[in-house]
């Protein structure tokens, strides 16, 4: 059982919850391309049998998010679940108001992880640093934020309700943060769902309740193909006699003018078939006067 699972996680269950509920179904291995917060819900993609492979090559894959932020009330998590650290009044605000201070929020921008956050501090996470009344330095990171949209302004009841598409580690409770401070006020983030993760979309995701019923062999049907979410990468269509040599591991010599480069033309990292089947990652480099192709991670042994 091979490919990737496009699923809604539901509140209150953990990213790891989830993989162990489909690993019971499944019997395979089975891991997450990217966690979500357990207060949070929506598109959770998993990686099973051979998919775990490709993990590492699919986590900087944009997301896409549904948020509301509350104002006038800051929290010790930034979410919903903790405690009110601050409050302040809530200026008058206005969509055209609102919409340009979203725009300083948009392209690269720096944030400084949370406290309450899984990133790693001499061998503890922050958040278990942060249970114990502890606050460290967090160097600010650069992430990149593709769209901010305003979807809906309740003036009365000090609400935004936002879209965000991000780059990979954006944490969407700090932007909440920032934007409410760039209105002049204090917020916290009080409700998150996540839209889409890479080429996968909450139109299309299955419920908990969906592979419980379908089980085992319902589960295997809605699997994606390994190279589904790679459809961005270069496609190099090679006959057996070189498919064999990437299968062994082994470089292949091309010659100009071979590939399929779709929309990444040049040298880098390419999608290998054989036969119709996909083989292998690999990269595409020139090396002492020649073209070659390498192989990374190999799907099937030939």
């Known amino acids: 059982m091979d490919g990737f699972l496009n699923l809604i996680k539901p509140p209150g269950m953990t990213s790891h919850d989830v993989v162990a509920f489909v690993r019971r179904i499944s019997g395979a291995k089975t891991g997450h391309t990217g966690t979500l917060d357990p207060a949070a819900a929506g598109v959770l993609v998993l990686a099973l049998g051979r998919g775990t492979r490709l993990v590492s090559f699919i986590t900087d894959s944009t997301k896409s998010?549904?948020?509301?932020?509350?104002?006038?009330?800051?929290?010790?998590?930034?979410?919903?679940?903790?405690?009110?650290?601050?409050?302040?009044?809530?200026?008058?605000?206005?969509?055209?108001?609102?919409?340009?201070?979203m725009q300083c929020f948009t392209g690269p921008i720096l944030q400084r992880p949370p406290m309450y956050s899984a990133l790693h501090h001499q061998g503890k996470r922050l958040y278990q640093l942060a249970r114990q009344g502890l606050e460290v330095e967090r160097p600010p990171r650069e992430v990149t934020i593709h769209d901010l949209r305003l979807v809906e302004l309740e003036e009365e009841k000090g609400t935004l309700l936002f879209d965000v598409t991000c780059s990979k580690g954006t944490y969407v409770r700090v932007l909440?943060?920032?934007?409410?401070?760039?209105?002049?006020?204090?917020?916290?983030?009080?409700?998150l769902i996540?839209?889409?993760?890479?080429?996968?979309?909450?139109?299309?995701?299955?419920?908990?309740?969906?592979?419980?019923?379908?089980g085992k062999e319902g589960l295997e049907e809605k699997l994606y193909p390994l190279d589904y979410p790679l459809q961005g990468l270069p496609s190099?269509?090679?006959?057996?006699?070189?498919?064999?040599?990437i299968a062994h591991g082994n470089p292949v010599p091309?010659?100009?003018?071979?590939?399929?480069?779709?929309?990444?033309?040049?040298?880098g990292p390419v999608r290998i078939y054989c036969q119709g089947r996909f083989l292998a990652l690999g990269r595409v480099a020139r090396e002492a006067g020649l073209l070659l192709v390498r192989p990374g991670k190999v799907l099937i042994q030939e």
């Open 65 to 101: 998010y549904r948020s509301e932020l509350k104002l006038g009330k800051a929290t010790a998590t930034g979410d919903a679940e903790g405690e009110v650290t601050a409050k302040e009044p809530v200026p008058p605000l206005d969509p055209v108001a609102v919409a340009r201070a």
């Open 194 to 214: 996540r839209t889409a993760s890479g080429p996968f979309h909450l139109a299309k995701a299955w419920t908990l309740e969906d592979l419980q019923a379908g």
């Open 176 to 191: 909440c943060e920032d934007l409410a401070r760039a209105l002049g006020t204090r917020g916290h983030m009080s409700f």
């Open 236 to 245: 190099l269509h090679l006959p057996e006699s070189e498919g064999r040599r």
């Open 254 to 267: 091309l010659k100009e003018g071979s590939l399929d480069f779709g929309v990444c033309p040049g040298e």
